[in-house]
């Protein structure tokens, strides 16, 4: 369904007005929630950012999570569920049919790790985000750069929340 359709549009305008209508009903202390029209544009758009109060309200709020959750592993490219058992060498190497994705860290800068991602299929369209739950159920987001030749490469910082979540082995990860 292209982004500009209007049936898509009133769908999510009236998921919209139906989250807002049960915010109005439930008491003035309770959180609001993440309205589903953003957690699709947050999904579906890399350029689109939720604010750092909706963020911090996925690791928190099991109902957006489950939402988000949801989104995702409909649309996602590949799922690579958690892991046996982690990795000794300091190298992730995680794979499924659609795709290999390898955490490297650097020779020439420590505090910096190279995430590769290797599609099997060299005439697949490519994935343009990849998406972290880590076991407590903090979610993170990479927008990936171009693909060539069914491969590309993403310079992450050692110690940031992408790096770590795909270091650990009980994180899942999807590709979008």
């Keep these: ?22 915010d109005l009903m439930t008491p003035s202390d309770a959180a609001a929630r993440i309205s589903f029209s953003d957690l699709y544009r947050y999904v579906m758009d890399p350029d689109f950012e939720l604010p750092p109060a909706a963020l911090a309200r996925l690791a928190t709020d099991p109902a957006a999570a489950a939402d988000l959750e949801r989104l995702i592993a409909a649309r996602s490219f590949a799922h690579m569920p958690r892991q046996a058992a982690a ?6 190497r995680r794979e499924t049919d659609a795709a290999v994705l390898t955490l490297t860290p650097s020779r020439a800068t420590p505090s910096q790790i190279y995430l590769v991602i290797e599609l099997s299929d060299p005439d697949a369209a490519p994935p343009q985000q990849l998406f972290t739950r880590a076991a407590g159920g903090a979610w993170t987001r990479i927008q990936l750069p171009k693909f060539v030749n069914a491969r590309t ?3 992450l910082e050692a110690g940031g929340d992408a790096a770590v979540a795909l270091a650990d082995p009980e994180t899942e990860v999807y590709l979008l």
């Design 153 to 155: 490469q993403v310079l």
């Design 1 to 22: 369904m292209p982004a500009d359709d209007p049936v898509r549009k009133l769908a999510l305008a009236a998921l919209d007005a139906d989250a807002q209508a049960r």
């Design 87 to 92: 990795a000794t060498t300091g190298h992730v």
